[in-house]
């Protein structure tokens, strides 16, 4: 079994800063692209940013400049620094991760059970 647990959530002020972290855990036999997702009420799912084994990330507009993303490979750990951050980035972030698992011949995409950000005005 794989499980990606997020933490680093809360409650923050307008212009604040949080580091939210996703560690996978299991029988991993390697990840290969890792994301933050997030979903406001009322709101569809969204992408927030995205980076490959490689490194090479990918943000969407409203938080270029704000949000960098990162990972540590040996970790297994994907983070999402928020700086800057605006009433509207406001949501349930949730990480996900295409694992390879060993001996199966197609990655899966699995998903953490989300961490709530508010951001007060």
């Known amino acids: 079994q794989v499980q990606l647990v997020e933490s680093g959530g809360g409650l923050v002020q307008a212009g604040g800063s949080l580091r939210l972290s996703c560690v996978a855990s299991g029988s991993i036999g390697s990840i290969n692209g890792m994301g933050w997702y997030r979903q406001a009420p009322g709101k569809q799912r969204e992408l927030v940013a995205t980076?490959?084994?490689?490194?090479?990330?990918n943000y969407v507009d409203s938080v270029k400049g704000r949000f960098t993303i990162s990972r540590e490979n040996a970790k297994n750990t994907v983070y999402l620094q928020m700086n800057s951050l605006k009433p509207e980035d406001t949501a349930v972030y949730y990480c996900n991760a295409e694992i390879q698992l060993p001996l199966i011949l197609v990655p899966r995409v699995y998903w953490g059970q989300g961490t709530q950000v508010t951001v007060s005005s």
């Open positions: 980076i490959s084994s490689s490194g090479s990330t």
